[in-house]
C-alpha cells in the first residue's frame, strides 16, 4: 500500500481580531466597557460600548470594541456596521477596510471581502496583510492567477512577512511546482522557525517529489515542536517503512493508533512493519484488526496471510491467500501455486 501524499493545502487565513486606529482616543469613562470586553463578558460590554457611543458618536474606540464584541458572538452584520461606520469616520484609513474583508470573509461571501481588501490596497498600496487575505479569497473562489499574484505582493511589501510565503507554497503544491513550493515554505520556516505547520508543508512537498530522508527530517522537527501532530507522526512511519526502518515505523503508528485505535489503515501498516521485523504474531494481530475494520480492505489478508505463514499455519495462511487471490491482489498468485495447490503424485515415482 502506497502511503497517502498530502499535496492539496488548504490556504490559510490571517484574521487579525483587533484593529485599533492609528492615534484614536479612548474615551475616559470605558474603562467598564473595556474590563467586561477582557473579560469575555460581551453582552453586557456591547450595552456599555453602546451606551459610551450615544455620549459621544465620535467615539472610535468604542464602536471598534463594540464591532469586535458583536464578531465573538458571531454577529457578523452588527460588526459590520460599526466598522463600517469607523470607516466613514476615517476615510483615509486601510484599517477598517481589512477589518470588514475579514468579516465578509467570516461568513464566507469572499466577493465582499474582495472589494474591502480591494479598498484598502487602495489607501495601502504596502498593506501585506490585505494582500495575503485578497490572495486568499481569491483562492478559494477558484482564481490560482490572481491569488499568486496577491501573495507574491504580500510578500514584496513585507519581506518579514511569513504567512504569504506558506499560503504561495500551498498553491504552488496545487500546481504541481513542488520545487517552489519547497523554496516558499523553506523562506517561510527561515522567518518562523517555531512554525510547525511550516514544517509539515515542506515534508510534503519533499514527499511528493520522493526525497524520503527529507521529508523524514522535516516531520521530526513537526514532531520536536508540536508532539500531538498525530498525523506527522503517520508520515513519519511511512517514510520510515519506506527506508526500512522498521522499528521507528512501528513506534509512529502506535502513537497515531492510541489516538484512535479504528484506522484500518494504519492497523495494516503497522502490521507490514511487525511483519518486517518477525514479530508476526503482533503483525496478525493488527492484519485482524484491519479486517474487522474494514472487511473490504483485502490487502489485508495478504499480509495477515504471511504471517500465518511465517508462524508456521500453512492452513490458515492458504485461507488469507485464496481470499486475496479472489481479490485479485497482486502477488498472491505465487504464494497460493507454492503452498496451496494440492501436489500430484508423480507416476514415475520420481
Given at each position: 500500500?502506497?502511503?497517502?501524499?498530502?499535496s492539496?493545502?488548504?490556504?490559510?487565513l490571517?484574521?487579525?481580531?483587533?484593529?485599533?486606529?492609528?492615534g484614536?482616543?479612548?474615551?475616559?469613562?470605558?474603562?467598564?466597557?473595556?474590563?467586561l470586553?477582557?473579560?469575555?463578558?460581551?453582552?453586557?460590554?456591547i450595552a456599555?460600548?453602546?451606551?459610551?457611543?450615544?455620549?459621544?458618536?465620535?467615539?472610535?474606540t468604542?464602536?471598534?470594541y463594540?464591532?469586535?464584541?458583536?464578531e465573538?458572538?458571531?454577529?457578523?452584520s452588527g460588526?459590520?456596521?460599526?466598522?463600517?461606520?469607523?470607516?466613514?469616520?476615517?476615510?483615509?484609513?486601510?484599517?477598517?477596510?481589512?477589518?470588514?474583508?475579514?468579516?465578509?470573509?467570516?461568513?464566507?461571501?469572499?466577493?465582499?471581502?474582495i472589494?474591502?481588501y480591494?479598498?484598502?490596497?487602495?489607501?495601502?498600496?504596502?498593506?501585506?496583510?490585505?494582500y495575503?487575505?485578497r490572495?486568499?479569497?481569491?483562492?478559494?473562489l477558484?482564481?490560482?492567477?490572481?491569488?499568486?499574484?496577491d501573495?507574491?505582493?504580500?510578500?514584496?511589501?513585507?519581506?518579514?512577512?511569513?504567512?504569504?510565503?506558506?499560503?504561495?507554497?500551498?498553491?504552488?503544491?496545487?500546481?504541481?511546482?513542488?520545487?517552489?513550493a519547497?523554496?516558499d515554505f523553506?523562506?517561510?520556516?527561515d522567518?518562523?522557525?517555531?512554525?510547525?505547520d511550516?514544517?509539515?508543508?515542506?515534508?510534503?512537498a519533499?514527499?511528493?517529489?520522493?526525497?524520503?530522508?527529507a521529508?523524514?527530517?522535516?516531520?521530526?522537527?513537526?514532531?520536536?515542536?508540536?508532539?500531538?501532530?498525530?498525523d506527522a507522526?503517520?508520515?513519519?512511519?511511512?517514510n520510515?517503512?519506506?527506508?526500512?526502518d522498521?522499528?521507528?515505523?512501528?513506534?509512529?503508528?502506535?502513537v497515531?493508533?492510541?489516538?484512535?485505535?479504528?484506522?484500518?489503515?494504519v492497523?495494516?501498516?503497522r502490521g507490514?512493519?511487525y511483519?518486517?521485523?518477525?514479530?508476526?504474531?503482533?503483525?496478525v494481530?493488527?492484519?485482524?484488526?484491519?479486517?474487522?475494520?474494514?472487511p473490504?480492505?483485502v490487502?489485508?489478508?495478504?499480509?495477515?496471510?504471511?504471517?500465518?505463514?511465517?508462524?508456521?499455519?500453512?492452513?490458515?495462511?492458504?485461507t488469507?491467500?485464496?481470499?486475496?487471490?479472489?481479490?485479485?491482489?497482486?502477488?498472491?498468485?505465487?504464494?497460493?501455486?507454492?503452498?496451496c495447490?494440492?501436489?500430484?503424485?508423480?507416476?514415475?515415482?520420481?
Amino acid at each position: 500500500m502506497n502511503c497517502k501524499i498530502y499535496s492539496k493545502g488548504c490556504i490559510q487565513l490571517i484574521s487579525y481580531s483587533l484593529y485599533l486606529i492609528t492615534g484614536c482616543c479612548f474615551a475616559q469613562n470605558n474603562s467598564e466597557a473595556m474590563a467586561l470586553y477582557n473579560e469575555g463578558r460581551y453582552i453586557k460590554a456591547i450595552a456599555a460600548f453602546t451606551v459610551l457611543i450615544k455620549a459621544n458618536k465620535h467615539d472610535t474606540t468604542a464602536y471598534i470594541y463594540r464591532g469586535l464584541s458583536k464578531e465573538q458572538l458571531k454577529d457578523y452584520s452588527g460588526a459590520r456596521k460599526d466598522f463600517t461606520k469607523i470607516s466613514k469616520l476615517y476615510p483615509n484609513d486601510a484599517g477598517p477596510h481589512f477589518k470588514l474583508g475579514v468579516l465578509w470573509a467570516e461568513t464566507n461571501d469572499l466577493y465582499h471581502s474582495i472589494k474591502e481588501y480591494t479598498k484598502a490596497i487602495m489607501l495601502d498600496s504596502l498593506y501585506a496583510v490585505a494582500y495575503n487575505n485578497r490572495g486568499n479569497s481569491e483562492y478559494l473562489l477558484g482564481d490560482a492567477t490572481s491569488a499568486m499574484r496577491d501573495f507574491t505582493a504580500a510578500v514584496w511589501a513585507d519581506t518579514t512577512y511569513p504567512d504569504p510565503l506558506y499560503n504561495r507554497g500551498h498553491l504552488k503544491m496545487t500546481l504541481n511546482d513542488y520545487q517552489g513550493a519547497i523554496d516558499d515554505f523553506s523562506k517561510a520556516i527561515d522567518l518562523l522557525p517555531s512554525d510547525a505547520d511550516s514544517w509539515f508543508s515542506r515534508a510534503q512537498a519533499f514527499d511528493a517529489i520522493n526525497d524520503t530522508l527529507a521529508a523524514l527530517n522535516d516531520y521530526s522537527n513537526v514532531i520536536y515542536l508540536d508532539s500531538t501532530n498525530t498525523d506527522a507522526y503517520y508520515y513519519r512511519g511511512c517514510n520510515r517503512f519506506k527506508v526500512r526502518d522498521n522499528e521507528g515505523a512501528a513506534a509512529d503508528f502506535s502513537v497515531v493508533l492510541a489516538g484512535d485505535s479504528n484506522l484500518y489503515y494504519v492497523r495494516y501498516l503497522r502490521g507490514n512493519a511487525y511483519d518486517s521485523l518477525g514479530r508476526y504474531e503482533e503483525a496478525v494481530n493488527d492484519f485482524s484488526e484491519a479486517i474487522s475494520l474494514k472487511p473490504d480492505y483485502v490487502s489485508s489478508y495478504f499480509g495477515r496471510g504471511y504471517a500465518y505463514l511465517k508462524e508456521g499455519d500453512k492452513a490458515k495462511a492458504c485461507t488469507d491467500f485464496n481470499v486475496a487471490r479472489y481479490y485479485r491482489i497482486q502477488g498472491v498468485e505465487k504464494y497460493v501455486d507454492e503452498y496451496c495447490m494440492p501436489r500430484r503424485n508423480n507416476p514415475n515415482g520420481r
